[in-house]
């Protein structure tokens, strides 16, 4: 066999890896195109479902306690999302009758952030 038909085998052997290895990077391209689709999809649908809830808990909520809860999604949207889901427990479990106020929302928020800061508070003792 001449060095010529050596190389020749060679290069079509390379030619025919480099193929493969271009489909499996192409099959992967495309599932995570489609994982990140379908993650996309999620979101969105989390996100009308948080806005479904949203809108029925502001019809419960006062003047003051929208703008107070108006201001908390600007400042920290993942606490107003957790306050907004805890009201609608409440809501949903029959506690809550009537309109929320300032005062009450207020209230909730501070038992929330009690509730999620248990264990991370830390004292500084001077010597």
Known sequence: ???YSKFSKMDSELDQLKKKRMEQLK????????SR???KQAEAEMARQLEAVEEAVK???????????????LAHPETATQLIMAVAQAIEAGRLKGMLGDGQLKEALQQLSRLTN????GRITRV
């Open 27 to 34: 099959q992967a391209y495309a599932e995570q195109l489609q």
């Open 59 to 73: 019809a419960h909520l006062t003047r003051e306690a929208l703008q107070r809860y108006g201001t908390l999604k």
């Open 1 to 3: 066999m001449s060095d």
């Open 37 to 39: 689709s379908a993650e």
């Open 118 to 121: 248990k264990g991370k508070e």
